[in-house]
């Protein structure tokens, strides 16, 4: 299967610098000076889409960037390289790993069944008070952006903050360490990760923010079977939106003619 997006720009709709864009760039460069903590944050600047698929991961101008040697950057690309975010070649280097459609399509499906899980656990067990209370927190800033009645490109990154914490609070509280390692694993595919949205349907967005109500309800009222069946199919409904997306924009991709010579 021929992969998606690798070595390719991206398409109109995903390019950062769209005004609809699906990856806010929020993220500056901290001092760091360890390769765990250049790990995580390049890792967030791949997911968050500041890194294309097929970019190459210059090392000169990173370290430079970052103002730090490259000793910690070299162990940090060679473990986003185990994490799955990259891919090495000889001669080359380090380069943005690209995945195809169905890979994507079965992130999602993995995604799905491992969050619908975690939520079942929170609701079996039930949560503590704070907990409720950090969950509700994540909804009301979610329900300030979406009150609008419209979407506006400057309230993605904080919509998109919200519902990373939404989603990592009920995985951490499930306390299975292999449901939070393995949905992360899933995250390491971009386009299946719970910090993508394609911000251009304000109908689209509230309803998959009205999951989230729903789903703290069943949480609180203690009711695994309904949790679990909610948090499933709001992963699935993110990912048929966006593999809806991908394959419309490829559409246009193929039909436009190609650059003259």
Not at 31 to 42: K, Q
Not at 64 to 78: D, K, M, N, V, Y
Not at 79 to 100: I, M
Request: net charge negative; aromatic share 6%; hydrophobic share 40%.
């Amino acid at each position: 299967m021929d992969k998606f997006y690798e070595g390719k720009p991206y398409p109109v709709n995903l390019v950062a610098e769209d005004p609809q864009i699906i990856y806010p760039k929020t993220m500056k460069p901290p001092v760091t000076t360890t390769a765990a903590e250049l790990v995580a944050l390049l890792r967030e600047r791949i997911l968050a889409g500041e890194f294309a698929p097929g970019s190459r991961m210059h090392q000169v101008q990173l370290s430079e960037s970052f103002g730090i040697s490259r000793t910690p950057l070299r162990e940090a690309l060679a473990q986003l390289a185990n994490l799955g975010l990259l891919v090495y070649e000889p001669n080359r280097g380090y380069a943005v790993r690209g995945f195809s459609v169905g890979e994507i399509d079965a992130a999602f499906a993995v995604r799905a069944r491992l969050e619908g899980q975690a939520c079942g656990l929170c609701a079996r067990r039930g949560l503590g008070r704070d907990v409720i209370a950090r969950l509700e927190d994540c909804i009301r800033r979610g329900d300030r952006v979406l009150g609008k009645g419209e979407l506006d490109p400057e309230d993605l990154a904080p919509y998109r903050q919200m519902n990373v914490e939404f989603h990592e609070t009920i995985l951490q509280e499930s306390r299975n360490p292999f449901l939070l390692d393995f949905v992360r694993q899933c995250h390491n595919v971009p386009l299946a990760s719970d910090r993508v949205f394609d911000w251009r349907d304000h109908r689209v967005i509230l309803r998959s923010h009205d999951d989230h109500h729903r789903i703290l309800h069943a949480i609180a009222d203690r009711d695994a079977e309904r949790a679990d069946a909610l948090m499933r199919e709001h992963v699935q409904f993110a990912g048929q939106v966006l593999m809806r997306m991908l394959k419309e924009t490829s559409a246009v991709l193929a039909a436009e003619p190609a650059p003259a010579a």
